[in-house]
């Protein structure tokens, strides 16, 4: 704390007189030597033998009284939640502070004090499928008890990446002075990005291509088939992008064995589900592993469609 360059002076100053005693050094040539009185010394000498490091900070302070009560911060906050102004969205702390008679200094401690923010706006989203909760455990039990003998690669496309050329070459870095390139530039149309990402390992397995169509993406799933070991099954995390459910693809070598649909939000991109792929024969005793004790069930079987749909909250995923 004495040495400590963030350190308050004045914690700092009680430090080093803590340390003087601590050497066996008596209180006037501590004093002397820090230029301070003997009784001060003395003081925060006592005050750590009694409580140690908090006796070296400040007491609190009684300070002037308050002048606004409890009724009225109650006010602020249930006309802050429960209210919006006549001709905006939200509340400002001007227009609240017009609106209580308080200052605009006062609501906005009032806000901080309890955590209201009311000029940031978060979405939501519920799902109304009655299977969610048991989807996202497939899912998640894929990430986290992957089959024996098996490869989990989450797949995406990054699509319409443009290609661009600076006019002019580079000019390399030197000391006092960053790398610089011209301001114009050259384009050389566009490109799409495939790329599986084993999230055990962290190996991303990516390629290029001039298109993104079926085509292009029936040869991605070659490549990832000639990087994955032949001892290996690989299943894939991807999202129900058109070019993912064509003929082309469901009708290839590398045939879909298991399709399950999963929520969204769950795994933050629009329709994203999950398909595992077993490019070789498929062990029919595997079961997808579950992150939570219930029983696991085929949803295209039992799937009952005369169930009636209903919201859950995404924080019964766990429970």
């Known amino acids: 704390m004495a040495a400590r360059r963030n350190t308050a002076q004045v914690l700092a100053l009680r430090a080093r007189i803590v340390l003087g005693c601590a050497a066996g050094e008596q209180n006037k040539v501590i004093a002397a030597r820090l230029r301070v009185a003997p009784m001060t010394i003395g003081k925060w000498r006592r005050r750590f033998v009694e409580r140690r490091i ?3 900070r400040d007491k609190p302070r009684i300070g002037a009284p308050r002048t606004i009560d409890d ?3 109650e006010a602020v906050i249930v006309q802050t939640l429960e209210s919006v102004p006549p001709d905006a969205t939200h509340w400002s702390s001007r227009a609240m502070a017009r609106a209580c008679g308080l200052s605009v200094s006062t609501v906005q401690r009032i806000w901080r004090a309890f955590g209201l923010q009311p000029h940031r706006l978060e979405t939501f989203k519920l799902s ?5 909760i048991d989807k996202v455990r497939d899912v998640v039990g894929l990430y986290v008890s992957p089959p024996a003998h098996a490869i989990v690669l989450c797949v995406d496309e990054k699509s319409q990446i443009q290609a661009l050329d600076r006019s002019q070459p580079m000019l390399p ?3 006092g002075q960053p790398a610089r390139r011209s301001h114009d530039y050259t384009r050389h149309g566009t490109t799409s990005l495939f790329a599986a990402l084993d999230i055990a390992t962290g190996r991303v397995i990516g390629k290029c291509y001039a298109r993104h169509r079926a085509i292009e993406f029936r040869k ?3 490549e990832i088939e000639a990087a994955v070991p032949a001892g290996l099954d690989v299943h894939l995390v991807m999202d129900n992008y058109a070019t993912h ?3 082309l693809i469901r009708c290839s070598p590398a045939a879909l064995a298991r399709a399950f649909d999963a929520h969204k939000q769950f795994l933050g991109q629009p329709s994203r589900g999950v398909l595992c792929v077993a490019d070789r024969t498929p062990d029919p005793t595997w079961h997808p592993p579950q992150c939570c004790c219930s029983q696991k069930r085929d949803h295209r079987i039992h ?3 005369q169930r009636q749909s209903k919201a859950v909250p995404l924080d019964q995923i766990c429970r």
């Open 173 to 175: 870095m030197r000391p």
């Open 54 to 56: 908090d006796g070296l």
């Open 245 to 247: 459910k064509t003929k």
């Open 128 to 132: 109304t499928d009655p299977d969610f």
């Open 71 to 73: 009724a009225r911060i």
């Open 303 to 305: 799937r009952t469609p």
């Open 220 to 222: 991605f799933l070659d």
